[in-house]
């Protein structure tokens, strides 16, 4: 078994090691039902996304047509615009293409791919107003009106989908990515345990390379098998048939070696990624300046204020105020719901302390969701807890009434923090607001999840909900934190819907 080659603690030679290695490959060796390689489904891919985003447009282009002009499309003046519908779907495309949308390193995971599907939708707008005034075009301000926003949201939603498709395959070990770790062996070892948690990233670990070969001494367990040492990657990538190696975070790997590495790799076109030390800042916020030849990696701060956090601000009011008048009808059946069924004596709207930004306290608002007295109850069912940590979670809590399952596993509970939003206590998206006694319990780190407003959403809600461990939904919000922007909030309250109606991890 792979296991016996990496927990071995007697002494093997290099040649048994190689033979034992290239027994166990078979056993580690990823499916590929389709019989394609990296390239091949990636090419597929990309194909596939540039059909869709054709029909994407063309789809827009048609709505905007029927919704503009109806029956009049027919007259000589409209005819014009039968053309722009045909090229509109190109045109589409072509900008998608200029935004770079449609290469590999931006697709598959990440909010990468939707900001650009968005600025694309931005850029056609802004490129049509500018030809159009300076050439005097007469074009229909509500064809772009409807065609350009109907084309941004259908490019989204389909990406999703295709996305979410590709995910389900990775989660069967289809397609995956055939990944040697270089790098020391606790290291290897907890990034080849969370690249196999995190599946959906679609990344394999078939292989490791350590500093020095483990004849003799003892490594890891349940480590995966060692294909040799840093001077031997470029042959381990050939007995472990990798497409793919990821250098970790280490001294002797220094940018002579690495640079070497690459120029080896490059001969058999293998994907060489470097683990950045900088956990959880994205690219957008890291910029290379070199100086003197020097590479110099420059990390600009997180995005806590300016005119963008105002943009945030001026949405969740907006937004929470429209969904509060729109959703009222909705918000006073589920209030009644909640009075006449099993469980209903008490006040339908439960009120508790959470901790807002900067630390201060506010009153957040839900429909109650437990029976009275359930706060008094926890004491009892605390050894019962399921996430660890501060956070108590409990598949089937006793405390939880019938039509408050309903309401969890659908979030709308939730509803009434729309009222939290409005007063500016929390925001539409940010990290999952604390308790008091969670915040006491936190270490430095995790303080900085407070810099901005809690959410009604947010990474927590679309990865996982309460699936989560007490570790993970810390990392997430951190991340959020690190890494915030307006796309990335608008992508997450997308998300956020598919999460409901998955009905995943909510209870």
């Not at 050439?135 to 389909?158: E, K, M």
């Not at 995910?167 to 990034?191: I, K, N």
């Not at 699936?467 to 992508?491: A, G």
């Amino acid at each position: 078994m792979a296991s016996d080659i990496v927990s071995t603690h007697s002494m093997v030679d290099a040649d048994d090691l190689s033979t034992a290695v290239t027994t166990t490959l078979g056993v580690l060796d990823l499916p590929n039902p389709a019989g394609f390689t990296r390239n091949e489904w990636e090419t597929r891919q990309v194909r596939n996304l540039v059909q869709v985003d054709l029909l994407v447009g063309l789809v827009a282009a048609l709505a905007a047509l029927g919704l503009r002009f109806g029956a009049s499309v027919g007259e000589s003046y409209n005819r014009d615009y039968l053309w722009l519908t045909l090229a509109f779907p190109f045109a589409w495309t072509v900008a998608l293409a200029i935004n770079r949308a449609f290469e590999p390193r931006y697709l598959f995971v990440g909010s990468e791919e939707y900001e650009r599907v968005f600025r694309t939708g931005i850029a056609l707008t802004a490129t049509l107003a500018v030809v159009s005034f300076a050439f005097d075009l007469r074009l229909a301000r509500g064809y772009v009106v409807i065609a350009l926003p109907v084309a941004t949201a259908l490019g989204l939603s389909a990406r999703y989908l295709m996305r979410h498709r590709l995910h389900r395959a990775w989660s069967r070990g289809e397609w995956l990515r055939r990944v040697l770790l270089v790098g020391h062996e606790q290291a290897v070892y907890e990034t080849s345990r969370q690249l196999s948690r995190e599946s959906y990233h679609g990344l394999g670990v078939v292989g490791v390379c350590l500093p020095q070969a483990p004849y003799g001494r003892v490594v890891l367990p349940s480590l995966p098998p060692v294909f040799g040492t840093f001077d031997e990657v470029a042959n381990a990538v050939q007995r472990a048939e990798a497409d793919t190696v990821i250098v970790l975070s280490c001294p002797e790997l220094d940018g002579s070696a690495l640079r070497r590495l690459a120029w080896r790799l490059e001969r058999d076109d293998i994907d060489l990624i470097v683990a950045s030390t900088l956990i959880d800042v994205a690219g957008d916020r890291t910029t290379i300046r070199p100086v003197d030849g020097l590479p110099l990696m420059h990390v600009e701060h997180p995005r806590l204020r300016g005119g963008q956090r105002m943009l945030k601000a001026a949405f969740d009011r907006v937004m929470s105020l429209i969904a509060l008048v729109v959703g009222m009808p909705v918000l006073l059946l589920l209030a009644a719901l909640i009075k006449v069924t099993p469980g209903g004596r008490g006040p339908v709207i439960f009120k508790q302390v959470r901790v807002g930004r900067y630390g201060e306290p506010f009153t957040m608002y839900k429909f109650r969701s437990m029976y009275a007295g359930a706060e008094e109850r926890l004491a009892e069912l605390r050894h019962l807890n399921e996430t660890g940590g501060a956070l108590f979670k409990m598949k089937n809590d006793p405390r939880v009434t019938p039509i408050g399952r309903m309401l969890r596993r659908l979030s709308l509970d939730e509803l009434p923090q729309l009222a939290n939003v409005l007063r500016g206590h929390m925001s539409l998206v940010g990290p999952r607001p604390p308790l008091p006694h969670e915040v006491d319990e936190y270490p430095f780190d995790m303080r900085r999840r407070l810099v901005v407003k809690p959410g009604l959403t947010g990474l927590w809600q679309v990865s996982g909900r309460s699936d989560l461990t007490w570790e993970d939904s810390i990392r997430l919000d951190l991340r959020y934190v690190e890494n915030w922007s307006f796309p990335m909030d608008l992508m997450i309250l997308a998300r956020t819907a598919f999460a409901v109606w998955r009905k995943s991890g909510a209870y």
